[in-house]
């Protein structure tokens, strides 16, 4: 197989981790490259998540390498199998397939035997002290640490307390297993750091087997060791876990991967941690983690987010050592970008007001042609029913509209889209002088919104005919929080959700093609926005999310990019 980059003078751009890829790869200290994707499945992925599989898988891709999934599972009280399956439909969805499915729970057996063999070395002990006694004698950055009295126990008690720890003979927290390396060192990840804890906690997947448990950093690097992962990618905060991972490695003998870290994506008016996103769902503030306002994956694919849009995304965020918070305006810009070009356009009424055409022949209907995507010629053209009752928006009438208004007003014409021009005659109103339907009259020449003379109808409004629009509720997002960056959220995160985030409109009309469309379908509403259909609808009654407004502020800011 040929190692030649598949991108070479494509779009992908290279960042520092593609150019060491590239130079390993020329040296020869690899000849194949394999990566992996390592969450912990104790949570759903947000688009955080999306950023580490786009780059992982698609370093995998772009260099005719491999990618695994591996779920770092060692902490069995948070982790549950829903989670698994959340993680492995996302990546999917996202447009990947990993080489291999791997547990870091499977190598349970392989990480107690390199325990031991660090405890034979003189590398390892049995410590007594509680969890609370050894961040108390941990020191600071700027004081060292306190030996524990139980550092320099012998191997022989060392083994002989280690086994006793997995057998079951002590209480949960009372006794752990710490690597011995320098209480004094600047960095407080090497000072005697705990590698496996005694928990009594059923495991999603070893079951009732264990007792004790290994530590995230006595287990990552050993579990790319033992896939031979040649590029270990995680993000910038196990930067100072680094020297562990070396040293585990490196006292262990075993094969080393290198640990490259990047800048992890922040997004504004989001937060990005699987605790907080938790902490939503748990508290009810969201429906779920697919609720479309949150940055999850599954969240994102209900609010009508493409995977291609996603991907899009990351490609522009690129990859760098610097941490920011990107503007959120940029992946809606992405999302409008791909919708564009593949979303069929079509006429949804959100707050409707009846209009009668007068002069239209009762019960007559007459079909017009519509085209299904102006930017997508191939998507053809439809056929929409037209009659004499219509549904308009409310907002394209105004009784004393101020200059420039162009849309429908008493007396004045406005050209209804693929239809006709209409002219309003007059404004029914209620006893409250609520305005409750408008009489028109429409001119039977201006079929397709053509006008036979020098006209000139300024106003195109959207419609759809009375008898055969379908129900339908439509959702309105908007951000969840009301500040810009997490870092600005003082106290409790969840003072600052925005208590708007979410507006619901329940009397809104479809033209009828809408009434077959299944779950996860895209279009765009034409003059409103772009809307995703909704597993909550029924057949009574649809239910569309808005996926983003049409409006685009950051158009020219992504071309310039290309
Ligand atoms: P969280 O802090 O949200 O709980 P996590 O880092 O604990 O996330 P993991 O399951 O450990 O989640 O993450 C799996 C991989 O995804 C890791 O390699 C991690 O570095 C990466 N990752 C997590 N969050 C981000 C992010 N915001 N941007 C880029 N990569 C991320
Ligand atoms: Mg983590």
């Not at 060192?185 to 705990?194: E, L, T």
Request: hydrophobic share 30%; proline share 6%.
């Amino acid at each position: 197989m040929s190692n030649v980059p598949s991108n070479a003078g494509g779009s992908t751009s290279r960042d520092f981790i593609r150019k060491i890829v590239e130079e390993d790869l020329a040296s020869g200290k690899h000849s194949q490259i394999q990566t992996r994707f390592p969450p912990e499945p104790n949570g759903y992925l947000h688009i955080g998540h999306a950023k580490s599989i786009c780059l992982n898988f698609g370093i995998a891709q772009e260099y005719q390498g491999k990618c695994n999934l591996r779920f770092d599972d060692t902490n069995p009280s948070k982790e549950e199998d829903e989670y698994v399956r959340s993680i492995q439909e996302d990546v999917r969805w996202l447009g990947f397939e990993w080489d291999k499915i791997l547990f870091a729970s499977d190598y349970f057996d392989q990480l107690y035997e390199w325990a031991i063999q660090l405890i034979r070395k003189g590398k390892a002990y049995v410590c007594d002290l509680s969890a609370e006694e050894i961040r108390q004698t941990r020191g600071t950055l700027r004081e060292p640490g306190v030996e524990s009295p139980y550092r320099n126990r012998s191997v022989e008690e060392n083994l002989d307390l280690f086994t006793r720890m997995r057998d079951g003979e002590f209480p949960d927290g009372s006794k752990t297993l710490r690597a011995k390396i320098d209480m004094a060192s600047p960095n407080i990840n090497m000072r005697d750091p705990v590698m496996y804890r005694i928990m009594r906690a059923h495991h999603h997947r070893s079951g009732d087997k264990w007792l004790i448990y290994p530590m995230y950093d006595f287990t990552h690097g050993q579990s790319d060791s033992i896939e031979r992962i040649t590029h270990s990618l995680c993000t910038l905060e196990f930067e100072n876990h680094r020297p562990l991972y070396d040293w585990f490695c490196e006292e262990l003998e075993i094969y080393h991967p290198r640990q490259i870290e990047f800048a992890p994506l922040n997004l504004t008016y989001t937060v990005m941690s699987k605790r907080r996103l938790r902490q939503l769902v748990e508290e009810g503030r969201v429906s779920g983690w697919d609720d479309p306002r949150m940055p999850t994956i599954s969240g994102l694919r209900r609010r009508g987010y493409s995977p291609e849009s996603i991907r899009k995304f990351c490609e522009k965020v690129g990859i760098s050592k610097i941490e920011g918070v990107v503007d959120l305006q940029l992946l809606e810009a992405c999302l409008r970008e791909h919708l564009n070009q593949t979303a069929p356009r079509v006429m949804a009424v959100l707050n409707p007001l009846k209009v009668t055409l007068t002069n239209w022949e009762q019960g007559r209907v007459e079909y017009l042609e519509a085209v299904n995507n102006p930017e997508c010629p191939e998507d053809g053209t439809r056929q929409i029913p037209f009659s004499g009752e219509l549904y308009i928006e409310r907002d394209d009438f105004m009784e004393n509209p101020p200059k420039k208004y162009f849309r429908l007003q008493p007396g004045k014409e406005v050209r209804l889209r693929w239809g006709y021009f209409i002219k309003c005659e007059e404004v029914v109103k209620d006893a409250e002088g609520n305005i409750v339907e408008l009489r028109c009259t429409y001119d039977p020449e201006t079929r397709g919104g053509v006008s036979p003379d020098a006209r000139k109808v300024k106003g195109t409004i959207h419609w759809v005919s009375v008898p055969h629009a379908i129900d339908a509720e439509v959702r309105l997002y908007n951000n969840l929080f009301t500040v810009p960056s997490a870092a600005e959220m003082e106290g409790d995160f969840k003072d600052y959700i925005n208590p708007n985030s979410l507006e619901v409109l329940a009397n809104c009309k479809l033209e009828p093609g809408l009434a077959s469309v299944e779950p996860g379908y895209r279009c765009q509403f034409e003059r409103i926005g772009y809307f995703c259909c909704d597993p909550d609808s029924t057949k009574e009654k649809m239910v569309f999310n808005r996926t983003v407004t049409l409006k685009d502020t950051w158009a020219k800011e992504l071309k310039k990019g290309e």
